[in-house]
């Protein structure tokens, strides 16, 4: 199970958006990121179509377009991630069905899969990027 770096470098664009009030290039927030801007502007276009971004081309750049409060971080998820129709977890293909372990595996272990991804769903849905970047705030100010 891996969830790609798109979750978290959204999850960082946004973050940034949300504490700088211009309109921010992606050039800007590569340089935030760390990164190449060709990859920021293509996790902008997966924003863009979940509608939680605006993006003017050139040095128009790209802002919010809700507030940050109202953004979770399941929101972000969503909107980057492509993980098999939804599915976090992936099981293994053709187990022996001659085995009654291999023929009982993926029918009880799904069960168990689907729960935890559901828990981390939940748990993502309970946190906007708003009190992320407050989190961010009081470790920056505690720092100093």
């Known amino acids: 199970m891996k969830i ?13 958006m949300h504490v ?5 290039t992606s050039e800007q927030i590569a340089d935030s990121v760390n990164t190449n801007p060709v990859i920021i502007r293509q996790i902008s276009r ?17 802002h919010l377009l809700r ?3 109202a953004i979770s971080l399941y929101d972000v998820y969503k909107a980057v ?9 992936h099981t ?15 029918q009880v272990l799904e069960l168990v899969l689907l729960k935890a991804q559901t828990a981390m769903e939940n748990i993502l849905k309970e946190m906007s990027i708003k009190e992320l970047t407050d989190l961010i705030i009081q470790k920056k100010n505690a720092s100093q």
């Not at 700088?20 to 921010?24: A, E, I, P, T, V």
């Not at 991630?81 to 977890?89: A, K, R, S």
Request: aromatic share 4%; with cysteine; glycine share 12%.
């Open 4 to 16: 790609s770096s798109r979750f978290t470098i959204a999850v960082h664009m946004l973050s940034l």
């Open 20 to 24: 700088r009030s211009d309109h921010l």
């Open 81 to 89: 991630e492509v993980v098999g129709e939804g599915e976090l977890f």
């Open 46 to 62: 997966l924003l863009k179509k979940a509608g939680l971004i605006e993006v003017k081309r050139g040095t128009g750049g790209a």
């Open 67 to 69: 507030d940050a409060g």
């Open 92 to 106: 293994h293909e053709n187990p022996n069905p001659d085995c009654w372990v291999g023929a009982n595996i993926h």
